[in-house]
Structure formats: structure tokens, C-alpha cells
């Protein structure tokens, strides 16, 4: 998460028109949003890679206790960066690891998912200075220094994904589906005498702290396999609450996901889909295409559609935006992906009409700030040695300069 004031935004149509009105039909969902992707290594096996080179979201293996996190009980004393309210050594740690376990019950709290209560193991403690290390253990540090803290970078979270089936890191366990997530370490700025975060206990007495509640909810949805996403309501928008706020409502016990928006409990869906959820399946589908096919870019060749656009989908009755993606490419196995234009909004609410709209990402959430959901989609032999050049692909830049209009589809 990088640093930056939480203003109040309308969301802007910025240069693009209302696309349509419609009402959802129980078709399958489709993969979508801001997900960190990854392709699969098809110079292996089929029995590991499964084959095909169309990229695959990153995601954890769910289950009773699948997920464990530690964390590093390590705090910063010089400076103090973590501030509580029970400034006792064992209080510090309690309140903290408080945040932690609720900030899970946000997540494993949105319905229609197999992300349920018991999904993660119990929080453990470790006494380990340098905990989050490529080492299979998810692990959360708040006294661990890393290149990665550039100015402006408040917590940040490093996610190392399979490939193929059976790969592995450390003592982690082998990889039993492509995509899954085999280490994620959550990293808080340790240093700076500028930055602090506080407990919601102590967030009232600290107007200059982060909220530490909604930092570390935003990068468990990192480690859950989420990209940024550039709706502004959403947990995984790319910028902090201002310094002494809280953006949203803080989770209770009868609505612990009561800090998602709902394109953030949409997008999980997406990723964590429950087969018996009846309610949340329907999807929305389209292309973005030029009006006039030379304005796309010569290179790379193949580029059929508008790349990186943002869709938008809006519940017509309340105007709450209820999902969105980036869309403009589509694949089929074998693979690779085709820029194409093609979007899916999956896992949307049935029996509401819904007004769709197409924008650049031209605004508050550049193109730099999405990148694990764009530049992840295609493999080739100028990165990869001896990949197979029939299912090589290069990632064109995302559009960021186009207007849309809307036509009668088939």
C-alpha cells in the first residue's frame, strides 16, 4: 500500500459514457478484477503446467487450518512505529495480534466464498527478528528492513506463486494446484521516524498514526492472491486513509466484512467460488473495441481491443459499484491470452439491473500501480528460454487515452 490521503471522490465518469443498462442471467462467472496472475510453465509436463499458458490467478488452497500466518513480535523501539493503548510488553503483543485476528474475520466473513472462519490456522507467534523470508511460512513483520521501503510505501507484501504443480519453498508443502500461493510475507514500514501505525484502541489518542487495521486488511488481500483495485471504495485501493481515520466501518461481530466494499467482497468470490452459493453467479460480458482499429498500437502484433480498460459495474437502484475489473483480453487453452478487448464481470448478485461503464485508468490509480494484474499475462523467449513461441504472448500498455459509446450487442 502506498502512502497517500483518502479524499472523497465521486466516481468519475472521466471521458467515458454510460454504457448500458442490464440485468444479470445466471451464467458461469468468469476470472476478473485486479488478481496478481500467472502463467503456467508449459516447457513442463502437462501432468504439472496442465498444458495450457493462459494465465491463472493467484490464490491459496482452502480447507479446515489450510492457511497459517505468523508473526514477528519484534516491534520497533527506535523509533516505537507500532502505538497501542496497553503499552505493558505483553499488552503491546495482544493488542496487536488483536488486530491481526480480526482483520482475518474480515476476510473469511463474506458469504458466497469457501473462505471460511476456520480456513486459517491460529495466528502463532514467533520471536524471529527477520521472519519474512522465502521460506513456505507466511509470516507478518513489523521491524524488518527492506529495499522495497521507498519513500512513500507504508507496508508492501511479497507473494511468491506455483507455476506448475509439486514445486515448492523451504519447508513450505508442494504446490497441489497451479497458481497457488506458497509464501506471502506482509512487511510494515520499520524505520521511518515520519510514519507510525496505531491499534484501533489507539488510533483516537494518535491523529498522526496509520490505522493499522485497514493497512493490514488491505495486504491480507495481497497475500489472498488480490491486485490493487482502482475503485476508490474499495479495500484494495492503492492509497492509506488519511493519518488518523479509518476509511469505512471497522468490523463487528454480526458483520465482521463490514470494511470490504463490495467490489472487494465481489472479487473474492471470483477467486474463492462456493458451489453452493445460489446467489451471487451472475455475470456480464462484452468487448471494448476501437472505432477506428488503427489507432492500436503496431507493437506488439495481435492486438485486437482496447487493453486495460477499466469496467465498472453499478447496482442501477443504489449506484454502489458492485464489481469491477480490468478488462481486454480473453484466452482459451492452450493459450496464450489475446488482447482482444473481451471483459467478465463475474459472481454479481442476481435479480438487480446494472448500469456498465468503460474508463481509463487516467486518474488517481495509474497503470504502474496494476501491474501484477497486466504484465503477468503473457511468457516468451525473450524472458523465458526455450518457451514454446505458439503460446507466447507479449503484454501490450494498457489504453489510457479513449472515449467510449455504446452499441446494441448481438
Same mark, same amino acid.
Given at each position: 500500500?502506498?502512502?497517500?490521503?483518502?479524499?472523497?471522490?465521486?466516481?468519475?465518469?472521466?471521458?467515458?459514457?454510460?454504457?448500458?443498462?442490464?440485468?444479470?442471467?445466471?451464467?458461469?462467472?468468469?476470472?476478473?478484477?485486479?488478481?496478481?496472475?500467472?502463467?503456467?510453465?508449459?516447457?513442463?509436463?502437462?501432468?504439472?503446467?496442465?498444458?495450457?499458458?493462459?494465465?491463472?490467478?493467484?490464490?491459496?488452497?482452502?480447507?479446515?487450518?489450510?492457511?497459517?500466518?505468523?508473526?514477528?513480535? #519484534?516491534?520497533?523501539?527506535?523509533?516505537?512505529? #507500532?502505538? /497501542?493503548?496497553?503499552?505493558?510488553?505483553?499488552?503491546?503483543?495482544?493488542?496487536?495480534?488483536?488486530?491481526?485476528?480480526?482483520?482475518?474475520?474480515?476476510?473469511?466473513?463474506?458469504?458466497?466464498?469457501?473462505?471460511?472462519?476456520?480456513?486459517?490456522?491460529?495466528? /502463532?507467534?514467533?520471536?524471529?527478528?527477520?521472519?519474512?523470508?522465502?521460506?513456505?511460512?507466511?509470516?507478518?513483520?513489523?521491524?524488518?528492513?527492506?529495499?522495497?521501503?521507498?519513500?512513500?510505501?507504508?507496508?508492501?507484501?511479497?507473494?511468491?506463486?506455483?507455476?506448475?504443480?509439486?514445486?515448492?519453498?523451504?519447508?513450505?508443502?508442494?504446490?497441489?494446484?497451479?497458481?497457488?500461493?506458497?509464501?506471502?510475507?506482509?512487511?510494515?514500514?520499520?524505520?521511518?521516524?515520519?510514519?507510525?501505525?496505531?491499534?484501533?484502541?489507539?488510533?483516537? /489518542?494518535?491523529?498522526?498514526?496509520?490505522?493499522?487495521?485497514?493497512?493490514?486488511?488491505?495486504?491480507?488481500?495481497?497475500?489472498?492472491?488480490?491486485?490493487?483495485?482502482?475503485?476508490?471504495?474499495?479495500?484494495?485501493?492503492?492509497?492509506?486513509?488519511?493519518?488518523?481515520?479509518?476509511?469505512?466501518?471497522?468490523?463487528?461481530?454480526?458483520?465482521?466484512?463490514?470494511?470490504?466494499?463490495?467490489?472487494?467482497?465481489?472479487?473474492?468470490? #471470483?477467486?474463492?467460488?462456493?458451489?453452493?452459493?445460489?446467489?451471487?453467479?451472475?455475470?456480464?460480458?462484452?468487448?471494448?473495441?476501437?472505432?477506428?482499429?488503427?489507432?492500436?498500437?503496431?507493437?506488439?502484433?495481435?492486438?485486437?481491443?482496447?487493453?486495460?480498460?477499466?469496467?465498472?459495474?453499478?447496482?442501477?437502484?443504489?449506484?454502489?459499484?458492485?464489481?469491477?475489473?480490468?478488462?481486454?483480453?480473453?484466452?482459451?487453452?492452450?493459450?496464450?491470452?489475446?488482447?482482444?478487448?473481451?471483459?467478465?464481470?463475474?459472481?454479481?448478485?442476481?435479480?438487480?439491473?446494472?448500469?456498465?461503464?468503460?474508463?481509463?485508468?487516467?486518474?488517481?490509480?495509474?497503470?504502474?500501480?496494476?501491474?501484477?494484474?497486466?504484465?503477468?499475462?503473457?511468457?516468451?523467449?525473450?524472458?523465458?528460454?526455450?518457451?514454446?513461441?505458439?503460446?507466447?504472448?507479449?503484454?501490450?500498455?494498457?489504453?489510457?487515452?479513449?472515449?467510449?459509446?455504446?452499441?446494441?450487442?448481438?
Amino acid at each position: 500500500m502506498t502512502k497517500g490521503n483518502l479524499r472523497h471522490l465521486s466516481h468519475q465518469i472521466l471521458g467515458a459514457l454510460l454504457a448500458g443498462i442490464y440485468s444479470v442471467c445466471g451464467i458461469p462467472g468468469a476470472n476478473g478484477y485486479a488478481f496478481n496472475e500467472i502463467v503456467p510453465d508449459v516447457r513442463q509436463p502437462s501432468s504439472v503446467s496442465g498444458g495450457s499458458a493462459c494465465p491463472v490467478p493467484s490464490h491459496d488452497v482452502t480447507g479446515t487450518g489450510a492457511i497459517a500466518e505468523q508473526w514477528s513480535t #519484534v516491534l520497533g523501539t527506535n523509533p516505537v512505529t #507500532v502505538l /497501542t493503548q496497553d503499552q505493558t510488553p505483553a499488552g503491546r503483543l495482544n493488542e496487536v495480534e488483536q488486530v491481526i485476528t480480526q482483520s482475518i474475520a474480515v476476510w473469511t466473513g463474506v458469504s458466497g466464498t469457501t473462505l471460511l472462519p476456520g480456513t486459517f490456522a491460529p495466528v /502463532t507467534r514467533t520471536a524471529t527478528q527477520d521472519a519474512c523470508a522465502a521460506d513456505g511460512l507466511n509470516s507478518i513483520c513489523f521491524d524488518q528492513a527492506d529495499g522495497a521501503f521507498t519513500p512513500g510505501i507504508l507496508a508492501f507484501t511479497r507473494v511468491i506463486t506455483a507455476d506448475i504443480i509439486g514445486v515448492q519453498v523451504g519447508t513450505g508443502p508442494p504446490a497441489v494446484q497451479v497458481g497457488q500461493i506458497l509464501d506471502a510475507d506482509i512487511y510494515f514500514d520499520p524505520s521511518s521516524s515520519t510514519i507510525t501505525f496505531a491499534t484501533p484502541a489507539a488510533l483516537t /489518542t494518535a491523529p498522526k498514526a496509520y490505522d493499522l487495521e485497514s493497512l493490514f486488511i488491505h495486504e491480507l488481500g495481497h497475500t489472498l492472491g488480490f491486485g490493487h483495485s482502482a475503485v476508490w471504495a474499495a479495500m484494495m485501493y492503492p492509497f492509506a486513509p488519511a493519518p488518523g481515520t479509518f476509511s469505512g466501518s471497522r468490523p463487528t461481530t454480526q458483520r465482521p466484512d463490514a470494511p470490504l466494499g463490495d467490489d472487494d467482497r465481489t472479487g473474492l468470490r #471470483v477467486l474463492y467460488p462456493d458451489p453452493a452459493d445460489t446467489v451471487n453467479i451472475g455475470s456480464l460480458s462484452g468487448r471494448i473495441l476501437p472505432a477506428n482499429p488503427l489507432s492500436l498500437p503496431v507493437s506488439p502484433p495481435g492486438v485486437t481491443g482496447i487493453f486495460g480498460a477499466h469496467m465498472v459495474a453499478v447496482d442501477a437502484a443504489s449506484g454502489a459499484i458492485v464489481g469491477a475489473t480490468l478488462g481486454g483480453w480473453s484466452c482459451a487453452a492452450p493459450g496464450p491470452a489475446q488482447f482482444d478487448g473481451s471483459y467478465q464481470i463475474g459472481h454479481l448478485p442476481l435479480g438487480r439491473s446494472y448500469l456498465i461503464y468503460a474508463e481509463p485508468l487516467d486518474n488517481s490509480v495509474p497503470p504502474s500501480l496494476v501491474t501484477p494484474a497486466t504484465a503477468t499475462l503473457c511468457r516468451n523467449p525473450t524472458t523465458d528460454a526455450g518457451w514454446p513461441p505458439l503460446q507466447a504472448c507479449v503484454v501490450p500498455a494498457v489504453n489510457t487515452s479513449f472515449t467510449t459509446r455504446t452499441r446494441p450487442g448481438p
